[in-house]
């Protein structure tokens, strides 16, 4: 069982930066890549972005790419979203996932997941 927990969530204007971070409480933190997803209020959950098991792979949604980042921290545990240039449309309660296969963008595929964290972006 792989424990996540999500924080970092906020309240930002449009145009402002937050960063995201899931601590996962598991040792096997190498063997799983992370991924971030969002759902916001009555749409699906989508895919944000995903990071290999090494760190050396990352793949971001269309809508997201250029304005986050994904990164981990091995000592610590834990995986990181570097949200720049936000907009309205970015706001969610953003998920944290992990999975052993990369790079999956699929929200069922994933086994594991956090409570989520809210972000919300004002115009």
């Known amino acids: 069982q792989v424990q996540l927990v999500e924080s970092g969530g906020g309240l930002v204007h449009a145009g402002g930066s937050l960063r995201l971070s899931c601590a996962a409480f598991?040792?096997?933190?190498?063997?799983?890549?992370m991924a971030w997803f969002r759902q916001a209020p009555g749409k699906e959950r989508e895919f944000v972005a995903v990071?290999?098991?090494?760190?050396?792979?990352?793949y971001y949604a269309e809508s997201v790419k250029g304005r986050f980042t994904i990164t981990r921290d091995f000592a610590k545990n834990t995986v990181y979203l570097q949200m720049n240039s936000l907009k309205p449309e970015d706001t969610a309660v953003y998920y944290c996932?992990?999975?052993?296969?990369?790079?999956?963008?699929?929200?069922?595929?994933?086994?594991?997941w956090g409570r989520g964290t809210q972000v919300t972006v004002s115009s």
């Open positions: 996932a992990a999975d052993r296969q990369y790079p999956v963008v699929v929200a069922m595929e994933y086994d594991y």
């Open positions: 598991e040792r096997t933190f190498s063997s799983y890549a």
């Open positions: 990071i290999r098991r090494s760190g050396e792979s990352t």
